[in-house]
């Protein structure tokens, strides 16, 4: 098996340490003196064997840190009856450093314990033996060479996987605000769709509607009164236009802040209704509810207008509104249409707009035919729960 291609920095380490460690061959100058009782191999030769392993292990300390470890501490050990070299002193402590920092978390750990260890019986052994204070170097040479570079690995190694833990919590929170910004455009559009087609679409259904009228009824007068209808939902359809324009344009003082649509406006709402040739029947008691479930309730019933409106047979339209065990109780009624097509045309976004509104405040809605004594009719029903802690 082939080992990765060193990183060019290591290559640099392995290059100075065995050039620096040469011209110490080359001035004669070693770490210990032939009279030492620990060389075994006179000269200053023998120390390149040791001094060239460990610039190998060098160019291994990143992609390969164990193998490199366990053949520098056989190198280093070498250099132990050798009359020794700086370089390979200080090629071994940076591989042992490097073995800590790049090496998998459970032998980085496992160096640790074992390096000090090491410097701990290095320290007590030599001077339980001796009894002399300089038995102490030994174990603070241990630990300068082995036990200190594996420690400052570790504490590096802890700095970078905390830096790099805050940077993916980082890249996790904006990927998250992201995903909320989304979220939340999407939401935004969607309820600028339902209140568009809240504000306007039933008088643009009006104008449709008497407009085709007033170009196919050849009476003066039914004309007159029809143009009458399309002019105040034309006017009433641009006020609400205005309206909305006025809530997405940014603020710069020339528009005057809306009030929702509330509950109170029903009897408006169905005074228009017959206006435009609907016979509205309105059954409301809805007493006091919040303000969300206030504005959904309005919107359901001005949307359900507009359809029966464009699609109901001729015959009563009945709205019913009550507070029932918490929940708010919205009913439209009409005569179900078996027209060939609507009397205006449509996107068939107003079900869905109401759906919608219905399902962000938890409750439950239906629309469709139903049989009943006076025949079948459409049905418009939604339950909305009114907050818990809100007046009902």
Known sequence: MLLPRPHRFDVYVAVGGLLGGLLLVGIGLGTRTADDPITLFDGPWPTLVPLTVLAGCELLRRTAPRTALNVGTVAICADLVTQGNLASILMFTDVMYASVLYGPLASARR??????????????????MWRTPQALLIGVGVGIVAYG????????????????????????????????????????????????HDMVANHLSAIAIHSTAALSIGDAKTSQEALSVIRENSVAGLA?????????????????????????????????????????????????????????????????????????????????????????????????????????????????????????????????????????????????????????
């Open 240 to 392: 609400e236009m205005r309206r909305l324009i006025g809530i997405l344009r940014d603020s710069s003082g020339d528009t005057e802040p809306v009030a929702a649509p509330t509950l109170d406006g029903l009897g408006a709402l169905a005074a228009g209704a017959r206006t435009n040739g609907l016979d509205v029947r309105l059954d409301a008691d809805p007493g006091t509810v919040p303000a969300p479930v206030e504005l959904a309730a309005y919107r359901i019933v001005q949307e359900s207008l507009t359809n029966a409106l464009k699609h109901a047979s001729p015959g009563p339209v009945t709205v019913a509104l009550a507070q029932r065990d918490g929940s708010l109780t919205v009913s439209v009624t009409s005569p179900f249409g078996d027209r060939d097509g609507p009397r205006a045309p449509g996107s068939g976004a107003g079900l869905v707009g109401m759906r919608e509104r219905v399902a962000l405040l938890g409750g439950t809605f239906e629309a469709g035919p139903e049989e009943s004594a006076d025949g079948k009719i459409w049905v418009v029903r939604a339950m909305l729960p009114l907050t818990e802690g809100d007046p009902a």
């Open 149 to 196: 570079p594996a420690a400052t690995g570790w504490i590096v190694r802890n700095h970078r996987d905390a830096a790099e833990a805050a940077r993916l919590r980082a890249e996790q929170t904006a990927l998250l605000a992201e995903m909320d910004r989304t979220q939340a455009v999407v939401a935004e559009r969607s309820r600028m769709a339902r209140e568009l």
């Open 111 to 128: 160096t640790q314990w074992i390096t000090g260890l090491l410097t701990v019986a290095a320290t007590l052994v030599p001077f339980a």
